[in-house]
């Protein structure tokens, strides 16, 4: 599943709503469609544990727990919905995400991963939405960086303001420490607000 694009994935989303019958809020006008938000679009290739989609239920009878059992009735392998509550946050208040990364074998570039994480200046290039690029320092985009053995756990920050991608910061990593790529896993674990309390 973690193969599947963010605009694959609205279709599925559309088409699992429809087949569960939950009644939903639908845009108004002509083209008419079923209206639902994810809190952070997953990028292609990573998997995650904790995913926010947002939608309004139309019929004040229809419980969260019926929806929630009606999720995952109609769901394939590798989606689950485990919890279906009343929002707490607005999107907006969205800050951090924490990500889980393994690689298979970096005993050799240990000092050099923890070296990196240690600046305090780490400029990269970042392509804008023109098609250009531009100079950033993503020093202060990051939150939080652990290595444990072979698994890396970064907290970065998120959201419509300063979202900074994993994949940036591993390929600016890769150059900076002049390290080969090497293969690695993304695992979204977590959102959260600007206190780093679980985003609902």
Do not use: C
């Not at 599947?4 to 569960?20: C, E």
């Not at 083209?31 to 904790?50: I, M």
């Amino acid at each position: 599943m973690k193969f599947v694009s963010h605009l694959d994935m609205n279709r599925f989303m559309t088409r699992l709503i429809n087949k569960a019958k939950i009644p939903i809020w639908f845009t108004e006008g002509f083209n008419q469609h079923a209206y639902f938000n994810f809190a952070v679009p997953l990028s292609l290739g990573y998997e995650g544990d904790y995913e926010i989609l947002d939608l309004r239920i139309v019929d004040p009878d229809y419980s969260n727990k019926q929806l929630l059992k009606d999720l995952n009735f109609a769901t394939v392998p590798g989606i689950e919905f485990w919890a279906a509550e009343e929002p707490i946050f607005k999107m907006k208040e969205l800050r951090f995400a924490e990500f889980e990364i393994l690689f298979d074998d970096i005993e050799d570039i240990t000092k050099s991963i923890k070296n990196f994480f240690a600046k305090d200046t780490i400029i990269t290039q970042k392509t804008t939405k023109k098609g250009g690029t531009k100079d950033i320092d993503i020093a202060p985009l990051i939150k939080k960086a652990e290595l444990n053995s072979n698994k890396l756990t970064l907290i970065l920050t998120a959201g419509n303001e300063n979202n900074l991608n994993p994949s940036l910061v591993l390929s600016t990593l890769f150059e900076t420490e002049k390290i080969e790529p090497i293969y690695y896993t993304v695992t979204r674990k977590m959102i959260y607000d600007s206190e780093l309390k679980p985003f609902k």
